[in-house]
């Protein structure tokens, strides 16, 4: 549990637990990217604004298809 999130806490992690035959599971590895804040991934607001218009697409088409 990370609370709160830092920047600091970017690595590589695995998640163990416990299933409910009592054996011991463990995820493959996983790298978390926190960034600091106020800042964008890569895409950047093109990227932003590419996907918001891809999920309004997407509702869109799904609200014509249940009319039909």
């Known amino acids: 549990t990370f609370n709160p999130v830092l920047e600091s806490d970017s ?4 998640v163990q637990y416990e299933d ?3 054996a011991i599971v ?3 590895a996983f790298e978390l990217n926190v960034l600091p804040p106020n800042s964008l991934p890569v895409a950047g ?3 932003l604004g590419l996907l918001s218009g891809l999920v309004t697409a ?3 088409t799904r609200i014509r298809k ?3």
Do not use: D, F, H, N
């Open 11 to 14: 690595g590589v992690y695995t």
């Open 66 to 68: 249940r009319a039909e």
């Open 26 to 28: 463990v995820s493959p």
């Open 45 to 47: 607001m093109l990227g």
């Open 58 to 60: 997407i509702g869109v």
């Open 20 to 22: 409910g035959a009592k």
